[in-house]
């Protein structure tokens, strides 16, 4: 359970802090996340890329009761 909360959690940040390098930055990677910060997730591409990405992974890791 808690690698699909995870998932969920990322998603939910890179939808609304993605194009702040937020996402990045809760994941640990910092480098990735001052350089998504500072060009606003580059100019909005890389921050739709990157909150559809983890859409698709965080579908894959829901289980079904």
Known sequence: MGKTL???TIMIISWLLGYLGADRFYKGQIGWGVL???TLGAVGIWWIIDAVYYTYKAG???QIL
């Open 36 to 38: 998504k910060l500072v």
């Open 60 to 62: 894959q890791t829901t």
């Open 6 to 8: 995870t998932a969920h």
